[in-house]
């Protein structure tokens, strides 16, 4: 099962902040949080990875609190591109393998 | 950054056929390889993980003899779809961790493969 939560889409329009929360209760200590976004028919690309606090790169801004039991990953003035599915996911240590498990991720819509 | 490159990007076979799917890691090394499946409109699934050297770790559901791994060096990892169905036709992605990094370093993935079942 995927260890995430995110709101399943969200609308936005042009030039405007976009913030999609990511809920992890059960993330581990050592699990670091990492989004990917993924359009139709791609593969996912990174865009950010984070253990606490703040970290920012030339695409999103990456919020987590002192419990990091969610994040907030920030695209700033989003642009009609930025229409894609965005995953939010934390590591699993699983039959002494690390995975990625994927959830339901977020489907942005960015309208002109 | 890293580069995953999966091959082919689209194939459309008869029922019944086999079909290989290659994901090459370019720049760098992965002892492991990551294999999801994704149906239209739906996050995508872990299959399986491959692991160079030995034998591929399937997760709960997955069949072993239909989708089979292989891992024979530490850039190369193919999966085979054998005697494909219908059922089977799906977006396939192979994704793999560059081992310079630490654990939680993320995965590359590669470009995907629609596979197309008639």
């Known amino acids: 099962l995927a260890k995430t939560t995110q709101p399943i889409s969200m609308d936005s329009y042009e030039g405007q902040e976009v913030n999609i929360t990511c809920s992890h209760n059960n993330i581990a200590t050592n699990d670091y949080i990492t989004w990917y976004q993924q359009f139709p028919s791609q593969g996912p690309r990174f865009i950010i990875q984070g253990y606490k606090t703040k970290v920012t790169n030339e695409v999103a801004s990456l919020f987590i609190p002192a419990d990091r039991k969610s994040s907030t990953l920030s695209l700033p003035r989003v642009s009609l591109s930025d229409t894609a599915v965005y995953y939010c996911l934390v590591g699993d240590w699983m039959d002494s393998s690390y995975k990625l498990i994927f959830g339901s991720g977020t489907r942005l819509l960015v309208r002109p | 950054g890293a580069v995953v490159s999966q091959h082919p990007s689209r194939v459309i076979c008869k029922s019944g056929t086999s079909v290989k799917i290659e994901c090459r890691s370019l720049d760098f090394q992965a002892t492991t390889m990551f294999w999801y499946r994704q149906f239209p409109k739906q996050s995508l699934m872990l299959m399986a993980t491959s692991n160079e050297g030995s034998k591929a770790t399937y997760e709960q559901g997955v069949e072993k003899d239909k989708f089979l791994i292989n891992h024979a060096s530490l850039t190369l990892s193919t999966l085979t779809v054998t005697s494909a169905h219908p059922e089977d036709s799906s977006f396939y992605i192979c994704?793999?961790?560059?081992?310079?990094?630490?654990?939680?370093?993320?995965?590359?993935f590669g470009s995907g493969t629609q596979l197309s079942v008639l």
């Open positions: 994704s793999a961790r560059d081992e310079e990094g630490t654990v939680n370093e993320k995965l590359f």
